[in-house]
């Protein structure tokens, strides 16, 4: 019988897609077991050349810790917060049905309050989502605990944007594989984990700086199928070497362009005296 080893990376994304850092963690961890050795260099990698830092997390990084590690590095945050009974009974008057028919189209209400749990210093700000959807008894209920001071519907809105780290994970695994982690040993797999977080940020680079706007939208595991993973054959002369490619792919003038673009980004060489 073949044992099967699971594992709990961490990863940390920019507003770009790009991957700031990962590392990887044995499967039975809290989803944020060792931030702060994921957190910490990042953070120390903008704290001098970025004025206004954000930062988004998951109902995992409601820690207290985190909180205030955000705070001293000057970080606006929202990060979602598991809901309990105390929570609840503050926005208590939101959560009662509606009076009247219901309605076609979803109801949502905001609300915004300071708490504090028992485990924290102090009080925060938390904001509070609730939407009664059609056919539904109950209302979908979300909290968020943020230091911004922006309304709560646009907190709300900021951190909806979280979202799209999940499709670069999602990305991760389709195009890159990087769940494919067989090694025997863990920091063989550690090591496989970097590799792959190196061949992600490569494809990323290439399609937020080379592809031109028409293609823009391309996903990374199109990106890989049409440009990347594409046969040709190799005609020798003389004096050039020709590729043959077919155009169902990628057409000439497209493939051109992309060369150009890439072409660009490297540094021009140091003038002569």
Request: charge should be positive; charged fraction near 20%; hydrophobic fraction near 40%.
């Amino acid at each position: 019988m073949r044992s099967c080893t699971c594992y709990h990376p961490l990863f940390v994304f920019n507003q770009f897609g790009d991957l700031e850092r990962c590392e990887l963690r044995p499967g039975n961890v809290h989803s944020a077991d060792g931030w702060r050795n994921v957190l910490e260099p990042v953070t120390a990698r903008y704290r001098q050349t970025m004025k206004r830092r954000y930062f988004r997390g998951d109902a995992g990084y409601a820690n207290p810790g985190i909180y205030e590690f955000l705070e001293s590095e000057g970080y606006k945050y929202t990060i979602r917060l598991p809901a309990n009974a105390v929570l609840q009974e503050r926005i208590g008057w939101l959560l009662k049905r509606p009076v009247g028919r219901p309605p076609h189209a979803v109801r949502r209400y905001y609300a915004s309050f300071s708490y504090q749990a028992a485990s924290w210093t102090r009080s925060r700000r938390v904001v509070a989502k609730v939407e009664w959807h059609p056919g539904e008894l109950y209302p979908r209920v979300g909290f968020i605990v943020t230091n911004m001071t922006r309304p709560p519907e646009r907190v709300t809105l900021f951190y909806n944007q979280r979202g799209t780290a999940e499709q670069h994970i999602k990305e991760g695994k389709n195009a890159i594989v990087w769940t494919r982690l067989s090694c025997h040993r863990f920091a063989a797999n550690a090591v496989r984990l970097q590799l792959h977080a190196l061949a992600y940020n490569l494809a990323n680079f290439l399609r937020t700086l080379t592809l031109p706007e028409a293609v823009s939208h391309w996903s990374m595991t199109t990106l890989r199928d049409r440009l990347v993973k594409i046969g040709a054959k190799i005609v020798r002369h003389g004096r050039s070497i020709t590729f043959q490619m077919a155009e169902v792919m990628v057409s000439r003038g497209l493939f051109k362009h992309i060369l150009d673009a890439i072409a660009a980004l490297r540094p021009l060489p140091p003038a002569r005296c």
